[in-house]
């Protein structure tokens, strides 16, 4: 059964970090290009980065310099680490199999509020 599991989120001051974890189960992870998403009050979801299974990392404009993306192959983890967050990051967060064309039923999702 594959299975995604996000968490780190929480509440965050504008300028601070948090560090995004996914668990994924089954062979989901293992070979495949995995990708943080995100879907923000009233908007589209979107994709915030992915990776490939060697490690090459693709962001989107809007977080390139303050986001970074890892896995951990071994572990069957991906990790979202967020810095100088904006209150516009604000959303719930998810991760899955990237593009998104490949992606599998998602998660809860983990939620992230940046706020003061």
């Known amino acids: 059964q594959v299975q995604l599991v996000e968490s780190g989120g929480g509440l965050v001051q504008p300028g601070g970090s948090l560090r995004l974890s996914c668990a994924a189960s089954?062979?989901?992870?293992?070979?495949?290009?995995m990708g943080w998403y995100r879907q923000g009050p009233g908007k589209e979801r979107e994709t915030v980065a992915h990776?490939?299974?060697?490690?090459?990392?693709s962001y989107a404009d809007s977080v390139k310099g303050r986001f970074t993306i890892s896995r951990d192959n071994a572990k069957n983890t991906m990790y979202l680490q967020m810095n100088s967050l904006k209150p516009e990051d604000t959303a719930v967060y998810y991760c899955?199999?990237?593009?998104?064309?490949?992606?599998?039923?998602w998660g809860q999702g983990t939620q992230v509020t940046v706020s003061s």
């Open positions: 990776i490939t299974s060697g490690g090459s990392t």
């Open positions: 089954g062979t989901i992870f293992s070979l495949n290009v």
């Open positions: 899955n199999r990237a593009p998104r064309a490949y992606a599998v039923p």
